[in-house]
């Protein structure tokens, strides 16, 4: 049972346009959200979060929801750059275990110059 | 500060042998995670140590086992090597085991079972 899909495995979109990554959870025990973006032949590095008490987060270009209703989070990048190619992966966790995220299988996203 | 370490970053491994991957955590860092990532999957859970002792276990069969040392480096082993075990292994560490903070990733080790 995967409780983190990312049902797009890949998303082009043109430099400029907006990048919208979406992410679905079934463990509505879940209270903590993350992205990590990964670079080939690099470890995931932290995107932005939001825990479960929020629906927005914005940080410069790159804004997360969540809709807990729906159990549903997505990813905007706006405006995308090229340098934004990469794998985008959600993951969940509970607060309390900071150590233990359950991820998706990663979003390719190619922005195109 | 330094970020996470991991050594080797490439490893080749014939069927039925064993493997032992090295983690060094951010320092302060006391929680250290394991993920094994295969072609096109996401990352999947081993387990986590926090101050040498394994917290958390994924489901994974016995043969991946994990230990913790005292300055908080961590080591995975994985005996009886098969085919299916060809992955990248990622270690992950984070300042405690709870509250609203991220895991810091290091670079991963690739690992090729022949």
């Known amino acids: 049972d995967q409780q983190v899909k990312q049902n797009s495995p890949s998303l082009s979109v043109q430099e400029g346009r907006i990048s919208i990554l979406n992410c679905d959870y079934t463990n509505s025990m879940f209270d903590y959200f993350l992205w990590y973006k990964k670079y080939p032949a690099e470890g995931p590095t932290f995107l932005i979060s939001?825990?479960?008490?929020?629906d927005k987060n914005e940080d410069g270009r790159f804004t997360v929801f969540l809709n807990k209703s729906a159990k549903h989070l997505s990813l905007h990048i706006v405006p995308s750059q090229p340098g934004d190619s990469a794998v985008y992966f959600c993951a969940a966790r509970l607060n309390t275990n900071a150590g233990k995220s359950t991820f998706g299988d990663g979003t390719t996203l190619t922005v195109k110059p | 500060k330094a970020g996470v370490t991991q050594t080797p970053r490439y490893l080749i491994k014939t069927r039925g042998q064993q493997v032992t991957l090295s983690c060094s955590p951010i320092s302060g860092h006391r929680s250290v995670s394991w993920y094994q990532q295969t072609p096109g999957q996401g990352l999947q859970f081993l387990f986590e140590?926090?101050?040498?002792?394994?917290?958390n276990k994924g489901n994974f069969p016995g043969r991946f086992s994990g230990r913790q040392f005292s300055n908080s480096r961590s080591e995975m082993n994985v005996s009886t090597l098969e085919l299916g075990d060809s992955a990248l292994y990622l270690c992950?560490?984070?300042?405690?085991?709870?509250?609203?903070?991220?895991?810091?990733f290091g670079p991963g080790t690739r690992l090729t079972v022949t």
């Open positions: 140590y926090f101050s040498e002792t394994q917290r």
């Open positions: 939001i825990s479960s008490i929020k």
């Open positions: 992950a560490s984070s300042p405690g085991t709870g509250g609203f903070h991220e895991q810091y």
